[in-house]
């Protein structure tokens, strides 16, 4: 699959195929289960293009749904999402008595689903075929490399035994990343430094068997990765009719350690125009490599010291979860919620930058898990903060990305600006948990 960047003009092919504006019937999306941080960036989207937005879900799952969200709602199809068909048969059924005129999905591991709902349907969607390779990285490993995608060598194990052989048989070397195959937000995943560490991490990777809350089945493999240094990036990519739309480099930082936990990103990633261009057109063929045909891609890649490629860790068909939708539209006045919506509906979707921004977001994260019994923000101008946990809520361990208590984002004039006051505001903050 070739690689087309929009930059001016529109393909003819996709010209005829979509329709540019907003339909003043209001347009119905289906999103296969709101819930989760990329949700509220599709309630702000779809009322931005007047579009009604239902979703699919279990019931229980609905009624524990914030207000605001039950409130955006037009309508909602109760159904089991962990019984493909049954699942398939309630939303086809909801659809066509709704005259839903797109299928959207905000949790990674329900994509394959709703691009099986958009087949049926007959709307824009992404390749039934190739969708569970942008849910499970064993698949997308081999898709990578039957499309030529540059990804860190892998090799799929089921024990710690089968990792120690996988890893001398295959020279994967020491530091090793140990993930599961099918999981999100660093769950179970692990650099270790030799292979003393590799049945704890094993079992970290493995500890899960279900997604909740819908009880998904998991694939229990694990992925033994080699291990790529350099500084990490993401890039987000609108797909729509086949046409990769790139959207800006993010910078990611993280921990060091054993869990690489996200610190916070930067947009833009302040890069060299060629690194950037790279960067973006590598994350675009690993999107369209998962079979994003009509959709989001959310890309993540490492760049070694002195090479001149971007080697992509994993991509998924969704939309970024840690506030990113916030910090590139922020940066840039691109809303990747609304670009999203546009193309599930068949329409252009609205790319282009109409400012030149630098914003940044910093996680606010306990030094350990336990009671929360205080957070203090402080207030600095060019800053905004939010938090998730209150006084008195559990805190994870630091893990994984769900020890988050909140985060604080900042805009400026520059990168180095927008980093420093997004870093200074969260250094000041005092998280007390006991």
């Known amino acids: 699959m070739s690689v087309t960047t929009m930059a001016t003009g529109l393909p003819t092919r996709l010209s005829r195929a979509m329709n540019i504006g907003t339909d003043p019937c209001g347009a119905g999306v289906l999103v296969v289960e709101p819930m989760g941080n990329a949700g509220r960036f599709l309630v702000d989207a779809a009322d931005r293009l007047g579009v009604r937005l239902y979703a699919a879900t279990h019931k229980d799952i609905h009624d524990s749904y914030s207000p605001s969200l039950r409130s955006a709602l037009a ?12 699942a398939l048969e309630d939303m086809e059924d909801f659809c066509r008595r709704h005259s839903v005129a797109g299928v959207a999905a ?3 591991l329900l994509t394959p689903l709703a ?26 490993g081999e898709a990578f490399a039957a499309a030529g995608v540059p990804a860190p060598r892998w090799t799929a194990v089921r024990d710690s035994a089968q990792a120690r052989g996988a890893v001398a048989e295959r020279g994967l070397g020491w530091p090793l990343v140990v993930k599961p195959a099918e999981q999100g937000g660093s769950w179970g995943v692990s650099v270790l430094d030799g292979p003393d560490q590799l049945d704890a991490a094993m079992a970290a990777a493995q500890r899960h068997t279900y997604a909740q809350p819908h009880g998904l089945r998991l694939d229990t493999r694990v992925l033994a990765q080699e291990y790529i240094p350099g500084e990490e990036f993401s890039c987000d990519t609108i797909v729509a009719d086949e046409v990769a739309y790139p959207l800006p480099v993010v910078r990611k930082d993280t921990t060091s350690g054993a869990h690489r936990i996200e610190t916070g990103h930067t947009c833009p990633a302040g890069l060299a125009p060629s690194t950037a261009r790279l960067v973006r057109h590598t994350a675009a063929r690993a999107a369209l ?34 506030n ?13 919620a609304v670009a999203y919506l546009q193309t599930v509906l068949g329409r252009v979707p609205d790319t282009a930058p109409t400012r030149t921004d630098a914003a940044a977001i910093r996680f606010l994260l306990p030094r350990s ?13 060019g800053t905004h903060s939010e938090l998730h946990l209150g006084a008195g809520d559990t805190v994870p361990e630091p893990e994984d990305s769900s020890c988050r208590i909140g985060q604080v984002v900042a805009r400026a004039g520059t990168v180095a600006e927008a980093r420093r006051l997004a870093e200074d505001v969260a250094a000041r903050t005092r998280v007390e948990v006991s």
């Open 369 to 381: 898990g336990g009671r929360l019994r205080r957070v203090s923000v402080p207030e600095v101008s």
């Open 324 to 336: 990113l939708c916030e910090v590139v539209e922020t940066a840039t006045g691109v809303s990747e």
């Open 106 to 108: 905000c949790w990674e």
């Open 75 to 86: 309508g909602v199809c109760e159904t089991d999402l962990a019984d493909t068909p049954r």
């Open 289 to 322: 490599a998962v079979g994003i045909r009509n959709g989001i891609a959310h890309t993540e890649v490492k760049i070694p010291p002195g090479a001149e490629v971007a080697f992509v860790l994993e991509t998924g068909a969704r939309l970024p979860g840690g």
């Open 115 to 140: 691009a099986l709902l958009a087949r049926r349907l007959g709307l824009p969607g992404n390749d039934p075929a190739l969708a569970h390779a942008a849910r499970n990285k064993i698949l997308m």
